[in-house]
């Protein structure tokens, strides 16, 4: 399976720069370009380590052939389920099923045709960072926090993630049985 994301908004405006450099005490503007690279690693990480999309992204997947049973979608929140669609060897299939539940997934009808499978669907918070989740956009300005504090250090074993952000985007995680 090949997952591929392709952003509909502007993915620099994560956090603010503004808040995030509060939160780490830091009250003069020589590492704005720093902080700005950290918001960007650190959202990119926190999409993911929770296998979500923090903005408005559209979710390319493609399969070599439609496999036995159900597809899980692997990036959520979708944000619009009539923007689901399927093609195969190019061909739209409409003839499916979808399971709720937080990690949807794809049950195909009928008999498909072999040949590559491509999955397309829209996923994400919204389209401005205040659409983010609260507890999200705080772990993940902990997390920038944390960065900054190791930033150039060489012990390894300091560079780790936030508690705070392991176990809030641990709620939004996938998990698999």
Same mark, same amino acid.
């Given at each position: 399976? =090949? ?5 509909? $908004?502007?993915?620099? /405006?994560?956090? +603010?720069?503004?808040? +995030?450099? *509060? ?8 590492e ?8 960007? &690693?650190?959202?990119r ?22 496999p ?16 689901? =669609?399927? $093609?195969?060897? +190019? ?10 539940g =937080? ?19 829209? &996923? ?14 705080? /772990?993940? +300005? ?8 190791? *930033? ?9 993630? =936030? ?7 641990? *709620? ?6």
């Amino acid at each position: 399976m =090949s997952v591929e994301r392709i952003p509909m $908004t502007d993915q620099d /405006a994560w956090l +603010t720069l503004t808040d +995030t450099k *509060r939160w780490a005490r830091v009250d003069h503007d020589e590492e704005d370009p720093d902080f700005a690279r950290m918001i960007d &690693a650190v959202a990119r990480e926190a999409e993911d380590y929770a296998q979500i999309a923090l903005l408005d992204q559209t979710i390319r997947i493609l399969l070599p052939g439609w496999p036995r049973g159900h597809v899980r979608l692997p990036i959520v929140p979708i944000l619009d389920r009539d923007s689901i =669609s399927v $093609t195969i060897n +190019t061909q739209p299939w409409a003839d499916l099923l979808m399971g709720g539940g =937080s990690r949807p997934l794809l049950m195909i009808c009928g008999n498909p045709p072999p040949g590559v499978v491509v999955i397309e669907y829209r &996923a994400g918070f919204g389209a401005l960072p205040e659409n983010i989740p609260a507890d999200i956009r705080q /772990a993940m +300005t902990d997390q920038v926090a944390v960065y900054y504090d190791v *930033r150039g250090n060489a012990n390894v074993k300091e560079v780790t993630l =936030s508690a705070h952000f392991a176990r809030i985007l641990g *709620r939004y995680r996938g998990v698999q049985l």
